[in-house]
């Protein structure tokens, strides 16, 4: 993945190491990383921006020669890093257990062009949800394309999910109002809204969104690109996002991307966040975008690694006010050859000393979604030995939410605690 990004970035650090750092030759690098980042299909907004973040940091700083590539290498880590910071952060399911608390269906509208793997994204998010002992109705408001509606129906067959659709040539935003009504009645959690793969240059399909938005106000709208599609994706979104506003992305076949410029630049031109990436063909196959894997990707390093070097005071540059403080880490003791190494964090059971039951007992009571980092199991974990420590208090919403429980269209959940029996191994 992102072969292309990872090159142009490792190349101009490269160049930097056997150059002085005088105005010149930091501008004829500068202009050797546009042309290699042009190539890895990032936008020109990104790119102007980050050639001027690099200039104010590098022009007219003294630094040892064979620091230069660790000071570029930071500074690009720094501009990429606070690039995906400063857009919001969207936990889609704790948006819906919210929306559930309120007795609400929480309302998901998927746009995009044909192609990209829209509707196969609308699968593999009800799959997820499913996962989340979530209930799903689908609503197949795209009544333009031939095939659509059945295209979406093998998958609510092979999901064992409810679906809302109409003939062809129906209006989509009926349909999909129809879904929302189901919904309410049947106390389903989620909605989700496939629409037809509309041209963004189309204005006529453009404003039949605008009418699907207005009828039904949904809470969540997710563009889905292609990240094969390069810059065609990233002018995708730029188009969408003037006349829908959405508030995500889901960039799908990101595991065969080997130029990752669609990510950088989607997030730049629309200010919103990268949700999740395809990664396969099977529902499970669906991953949250995780910021720093991708900079460790890209860069063959993580993030907080390159950040803790030793670099010549002169030219050491204060944290961007952009960029949120990093969670306090326990101290970890420098490993010598002939010592006994200690468990590193990641090899930690966060669950150490909890009894199974406990966990089992908090995440059916307050449906708490499996972790999916060693980020989220930690901090799992704390809110259990909290909830412990307070006599494990009884949610207020039990008997509300064992009641939905019992309608026919919700899907059966899977066997409970495996993912947790897992991360006691």
Known sequence: MFENLRNAFSSVAKSFSEKELSEKDINNMLQELEISLLESDVATEVIDSLKSDLQKRLIGTKVDKHEIESLVKKSLIDYISSLFDATEKINILEKIYAKKRLQEPYVILFVGINGTGKTTTLAKVAHMLQQAKLSVVVAAADTYRAGAIEQLKEHTSRLNLKIIAQNYGADPAAVAKDAVLHAKSNKIDCVLIDTAGRMQTSKNLMDQIAKITK?????????????????????????????????????????ADARGGAALSIVKVTNTPILFVGVGQDYKDLKPFDKELFIETVFGVKPESIRTENVTPQIAEPVSKSEPPAEPQPKQQEIKPTATPEKTIEQEDPFEGIKTKDINDYVDQFGVAPPETDAQARDLAAKIRTWIANGRPQSENIQDDSSKLENDDIPKPKKKRSFFGKLRK
């Open 215 to 255: 009828v039904v106000n949904p809470d969540l709208k997710i563009f889905v690109g292609d990240s094969l599609a390069g810059n065609d994706t990233v002018n995708q979104a730029r188009e969408f996002y003037q006349h829908t506003k959405f508030d995500g992305s889901i960039l799908t076949k990101s595991d």
